[in-house]
């Protein structure tokens, strides 16, 4: 079955980032001119998706802003003659069917994703996170989307990381299938150093049926106190099995301090317009280092 529908969780607080994301949204940090979550929105679309769902939440409506359309300012530039950048501007805002839904409360990842149930109905749907940006060839979306069209089960974008991250993200049973395919038995959100049971981790992506939201509704709490997406996923992958895809893409976490610089000082470098400029500006610095 096709995946037609996206869900972006975009409703968190963005502790991590703070005081940047006090009053503007984590996701739309800029990576060089681009906010992040234009770059997701961006791969949804070159994945297949035509419905986007953006859970957000209270000082959040730049996001709501950055997809609509700004006729004060593509007057401004028409007028200008910056036709390159008014067409910029009006294609942003046609780039898909973009909707909203507030989170009212940060309960959390699964929460969040709940608040999509009457958007998704009872087909198969993508979930990007919001503050995850992942660079490559063949958007990872798709590469999660070909799996669920070939075995017809839940999805997860998965890679192995250092202990110290599993232990911050999550831990997954894994056995391989073929290639990059894995069959997903297990996971445990979260975990301490003993609990963990492989380095693999979801990082940002998983392809979900419907039957999630039934889960989600019976799942208590977890982690933070907060109703965690991969507490459900365990359900679904202890009862149904799930598919790890061990996805080729560069991943930058959005969401921390450090991330946010790779994400800029990597895209910034195969920038067209400032790349070479940047490149010669980072040698000099890294003289010094
Ligand atoms: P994170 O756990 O990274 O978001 O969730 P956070 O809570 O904002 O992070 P910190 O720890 O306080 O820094 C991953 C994605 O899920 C969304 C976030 O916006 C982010 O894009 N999210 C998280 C929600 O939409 N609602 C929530 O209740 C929690």
């Known amino acids: 079955m096709k995946i037609r529908k996206a869900v972006i969780p975009a409703a968190g607080l963005g502790t991590r980032v703070l005081p940047a994301s006090k009053s503007m949204p984590k996701e739309m940090l800029p990576i060089v001119d681009k906010p992040a979550i234009q770059y997701i929105v961006e791969e949804a679309v070159k994945s297949g998706i035509e419905d986007i769902l953006i859970i957000t939440s209270r000082g959040k409506t730049t996001v709501e802003d950055h997809f609509d359309r700004a006729p004060e300012l593509e007057d401004r530039l028409l007028k200008a003659g910056k036709i390159k950048q008014y067409e910029e501007m009006v294609r942003i805002s046609n780039l898909a069917n973009i909707q909203y839904v507030r989170q009212k409360e940060t309960k959390g990842l ?63 049973h894994t056995k391989p299938i073929m290639g990059n395919l894995y069959e997903v038995s297990d996971m445990i959100e979260k975990p301490s150093r003993e609990q963990i049971i492989s380095n693999f981790a979801i990082l940002g992506r998983c392809v979900l049926p419907s039957s999630i939201f039934t889960i989600l509704e019976n799942t208590a709490p977890g982690a933070g106190g907060e109703l965690q997406l991969t507490d459900a996923m365990r359900t679904l992958a202890i009862t149904n099995g799930m598919i790890g895809v061990d996805f080729v893409g560069t991943r930058y976490d959005m969401g921390n301090k450090l991330g946010i610089l790779q994400a800029i000082v990597e895209v910034g470098l195969k920038h067209p317009e400032i790349g070479e400029d940047f490149r010669e500006y980072l040698k000099n610095v890294s003289k010094n280092l």
């Open 110 to 172: 699964g929460h969040a994703v709940l608040c999509a149930k009457s958007f998704v109905g009872d087909e198969p749907f993508a979930v990007l996170y919001g503050d995850d940006v992942i660079i490559s060839e063949q958007p990872v979306c798709h590469q999660l989307c070909e799996a669920y069209e070939q075995f017809g089960k839940g999805v997860v974008g998965i890679k192995e990381v250092p202990t110290e991250l599993v232990m911050k993200y999550c831990s997954l």
